[in-house]
């Protein structure tokens, strides 16, 4: 089971930014917080990923509270193209046996005009 | 730059039949490599991951299997389809060495039917 809690669904003006929640109350110490998107009928694209402070890439900004256990991604102009299902997903930072990405439901993000 | 290649993009399949999809890396070497399955309105699940040439790891006991035989190529088969083999399959890679950001491909759509 996902280790994440996400609203199944959010709506957000175009230009306006998107900040979407997700809680993991049950994260453990040496967990990373990943966010991954998914456009209709693609595969799943990495977006950005944190320990405990904030993170700030081209596509987004990663908000991690002091407990670690709730984080917001924020998409800050959000555009048409950002409508996609997106993963809140708590892993250990490396790959091979302990890479398992658990993806649960997610947040529909639907950008409109 | 790295890129993920799989194929075929769509596929229909009677029950029964034989399967085989693959998935190349190009421009890393030595990564991790995943098979995750997609059914419809689901989630992904994580079917197979291979730290290296010939080392496979099952998540789920199944109809499928997977093998590498070369670094950078990755094959997903089965000898008989079931229905319920029928979804969204992804291959991802990941590096080595302590970072869990996993690059999806384009996807196969199978339908058995």
């Known amino acids: 089971d996902a280790k994440t809690t996400q609203p199944p669904s959010m709506d957000c003006a175009e230009g306006r930014a998107a900040n979407l929640p997700c809680n993991h109350s049950t994260i453990s110490g040496n967990e990373y917080v990943y966010w991954y998107r998914q456009i209709h009928s693609q595969g799943p694209q990495y977006i950005i990923h944190?320990?405990?402070n904030n993170e700030t890439n081209e596509m987004a900004s990663l908000i991690i509270t002091e407990d670690r256990k709730s984080s917001t991604l924020i998409l800050p102009h959000a555009t048409l193209r950002d409508t996609a299902v997106y993963y809140c997903i708590v892993n250990l930072d490396y790959g091979g046996s302990q890479g398992n990405l658990i993806f649960g439901k997610g947040t529909k993000l639907s950008v409109k005009p | 730059s790295q890129t993920i290649h799989q194929w075929p993009a769509t596929l229909v399949q009677p029950v029964g039949s034989p399967l085989s999809l693959e998935c190349t890396v190009e421009g890393t070497s030595n990564p991790n490599l995943y098979w995750y399955r997609q059914a419809a309105g689901r989630g992904l699940q994580l079917l197979f991951y291979s730290v290296g040439i010939g080392q496979i790891s099952s998540e789920v006991p199944q109809n499928l299997s997977a093998s590498r035989p070369q670094d950078r190529q990755f094959i997903l088969s089965s000898k008989k389809l079931l229905l319920s083999d029928s979804g969204f399959y992804l291959c991802?890679?990941?590096?080595?060495?302590?970072?869990?950001?996993?690059?999806f491909g384009p996807g196969t759509r199978l339908t058995v039917t």
């Open positions: 991802a890679w990941s590096e080595k060495g302590g970072r869990n950001e996993q690059y």
């Open positions: 944190g320990l405990k």
